[in-house]
């Protein structure tokens, strides 16, 4: 099976996180016992090509044909979302789906200045080990330029359908409300 579950980390200086998964339980029903949810909008076909820590790099041109989910988090805001996170891979194991989602954590490392990259990529390894997920690394700030314009200081969250657009992002915190966007945008994207 192809799911790959990489949750948010983000070397800063000397100090790395990772979100963890919470046991909180979701509200969120089977994919087809739902209604479906207003159409979102279709940005433009969106791609980036990241250092991966498993090794490589990782191009999301590769995931053409999968709904992509996408969490984009700077060091203070990496936790803000963590109940959510795990929320979600329950709902894709749950409902059978990881062949045709895949989830990336993706750490924002454009503003760690002179941190070596070797430091940064041995404090984030253990935590690729702990969860058994591949962690990319945006050194560039690839993602907070457009198309992508993901903030910084923030937790970015986006759903990528499967031909390569956004069809709907969120920044902060993950609110009931913001929830059932979520899960209704990831059904149309499924479709």
Do not use: C
Not at 111 to 121: C, I, Q
Request: proline share 5%.
């Amino acid at each position: 099976m192809r799911f790959r579950l990489a949750l948010s980390a983000l070397a800063f200086a000397s100090v790395v996180a990772v979100g963890s998964i919470s046991a909180q339980p979701i509200s969120a029903q089977p994919i087809s016992a739902q209604p479906p949810g207003p159409a979102a909008e279709a940005g433009p076909v969106v791609d980036a090509t990241l250092d991966a820590m498993r090794g490589g790099r990782r191009s999301l041109h590769d995931d053409r044909g999968r709904v992509v989910v996408l969490f984009y988090e700077d060091r203070p805001h990496v936790e803000l979302n963590d109940a959510f996170k795990g929320e979600l891979l329950r709902f894709i194991t749950d409902n059978h789906l990881g062949d045709r989602v895949t989830t990336y954590g993706v750490a924002n490392l454009g503003d760690v200045g002179m941190v070596p990259e070797t430091l940064v990529r041995s404090m984030i390894a253990p935590l690729v080990d702990r969860w058994g997920a591949d962690i990319l690394l945006d050194w560039q700030g690839v993602m907070r330029r457009a198309p992508f314009s993901f903030q910084t200081s923030a937790a970015n969250t986006a759903i990528v359908d499967r031909e390569g657009h956004i069809v709907w992002r969120h920044v902060g915190a993950m609110d009931d409300a913001r929830k059932r966007e979520f899960y209704r945008a990831l059904r149309a994207a499924l479709r």
